[in-house]
């Protein structure tokens, strides 16, 4: 699924994607684990298989509750990730 066809404030669900996001011109696929993590697949980079995940978000005051990103939120997500890359290597500094 290409996320141009999905609205910015969308929240993508656990078990969900894969899902293509373009963000700083670099190519990434997003999929939702069925715990509402996230995994990110660098798909333009230049080391294939790179990317970067995180676990779920929880709520404060209810630890079963979880905070599900928009994909405004994602691409965020992936231009920090950006920043931290080491132009040489392609990998975080």
Known sequence: MNADA???D???QPGE???TLIADKEIFTLRMRPDGGDDFCWESGPNEGYG???????????????YLMTIAEHRRSISNFLSNINPETGYLY
């Open 10 to 12: 969308y929240r993508p």
């Open 6 to 8: 999905l609205p910015d």
């Open 52 to 66: 970067f995940g995180g676990g779920p978000v929880r709520t404060v005051g209810d630890p079963n509750a979880k």
């Open 17 to 19: 994607g894969p899902i």
